[in-house]
């Protein structure tokens, strides 16, 4: 099966491994024809084991071998096929963000991001991710500026584009 790490933390401050560096610590038998997609945060690979079971394999992988904590959010390619189909046609100014969670997001989770958010924000829930369609930078939305402090903070978020051209690479 074919599944893609979105990485959180990398390409950040101090945190900037080599392609190289990056892909021999993720190295293991239960991963296969690894590379890496646009930045060093998203790895693509084959495999097959459960996204449940590669995240923390991954995460002991990443902090044994480049000495800090890199949280790892794991998709099959039929998972990312599932967000992009339902992904909205943009309007004027508009992006999209996936905003990629480890579990489950639950109803009090999902009422704190609705009280961030901006007017020109249009949040859709999936189960472990959240499509936010939003005009202008991610930044110029209120929240883009409050989502690190959010509970869980724990995600990492990627552009629509990205993820399209992920799934494109491999349909």
């Not at 690894?34 to 998203?42: M, W």
């Not at 079971?53 to 000495?67: K, Q």
């Not at 829930?125 to 869980?152: N, Q």
């Amino acid at each position: 099966m074919r599944a893609f790490a979105f990485l959180r933390g990398i390409n950040v401050g101090n945190r900037r491994p080599k392609t190289e560096a990056l892909l021999a610590a993720v190295d293991g038998p239960e991963l296969d024809e690894v590379s890496t997609f646009l930045a060093s945060g998203n790895l693509l690979f084959a495999t097959d084991r459960t996204p449940v079971d590669l995240e923390p394999v991954l995460e002991e992988r990443l902090a044994d071998r480049l000495g800090y904590e890199v949280t790892c959010f794991v998709r099959t390619l039929d998972e990312l096929r599932a967000v992009v189909a339902a992904l909205p046609v943009l309007g004027q100014g508009e992006k999209h963000q996936i905003a990629f969670f480890r579990d489950v997001v639950d109803d009090g989770t999902r009422a704190a991001y609705a009280a961030a958010a901006g007017d020109t924000d249009v949040l859709r829930w999936r189960d472990r991710e959240l499509v936010w369609t939003h005009v202008g930078g991610m930044l110029d939305s209120p929240l883009g500026a409050a989502m690190a402090k959010l509970v869980p903070p724990t995600n990492t978020v990627r552009t629509g584009n990205t993820v399209e051209r992920l799934v494109a690479k491999f349909d």
